[in-house]
């Protein structure tokens, strides 16, 4: 065979691996990549209410983040707000960084609205193309995720959880590195394992439509 041959078979050998490549992580990347703690977070982006801003996890690059997944209309998303709220207000000042991502297929006065009713003082954006579901391989509303200073994953909860309770804050002050304060107030807290389901979660089947 001619070295000319030698290369053609070679080319096309390179070119099915790649196609092959491409169609695993196509088709079978939740798998073959899992978003899970210990895992690198994945890149989203979303933009401000009323901006053609955008915001993604470099904006929070080296800094402790929370980033919520939610909708206005998850019932379980509204009850936990105030204690996301809460956690913020007490470590914010040490660095905590705390992102609402929005995935409503409403306009942005709805969801500025929903920030305002409950007195929202952290970044909540809007991410309309719905990326972030499948980017975090969301599977229920409200969807949390801890991330260290090193963009890891060190939390991710399914669900309605108390983020102002002893636990999360004990959490999120090891990862500031500050002492630990006792919660204000909190609702019952939902467990405290690093990867696990509240009792309270909107699920949705591909194909259900958003309300």
């Known amino acids: 065979m001619s070295t000319r ?4 078979i ?26 899970e703690v210990g895992s690198a ?19 929070y690059k080296g800094q402790v983040l929370l980033i919520n997944v939610w909708a206005t209309w998850c019932g ?34 709805r969801i500025e609205d929903f920030a305002k009713e409950f007195g929202l003082t952290f970044d909540v954006v809007h991410d309309s193309s719905f990326n972030i579901e499948k980017d975090y391989q969301v599977t229920g509303y409200p969807s949390t995720f801890v991330v260290d200073k090193n963009g890891v994953i060190r939390k991710k909860w399914i669900g309605q959880a108390d983020w102002n309770s ?32 509240g009792a309270n979660v909107v699920r949705r089947r591909a194909g259900t439509a958003r309300r």
């Not at 041959?5 to 053609?8: A, P, R, S, V």
């Not at 890149?43 to 904006?59: G, I, P």
């Open 5 to 8: 041959g030698q290369w053609t």
């Open 41 to 59: 977070a994945p890149q989203f982006q979303a933009h401000r209410l009323h901006s053609t801003q955008q915001v993604s996890l470099d904006t």
């Open 76 to 109: 379980p998303c509204r009850i936990e707000m105030p204690s996301i709220e809460a956690l913020y207000r007490t470590y914010g000042p040490a660095g905590l960084k705390v992102v609402a991502v929005s995935i409503d297929d409403v306009g942005d006065d």
């Open 10 to 35: 070679v080319l096309v050998v390179v070119a099915l691996l790649g196609l092959a490549g491409w169609a695993a992580v196509h088709f079978y990347g939740d798998e073959i990549f899992p978003v």
């Open 166 to 197: 002893g636990y999360n804050r004990a959490l999120v002050a090891s990862l500031l590195g500050v002492h630990p304060t006792q919660p204000v107030a909190t609702m019952d807290t939902l467990g405290s394992s690093s990867s696990s389901s």
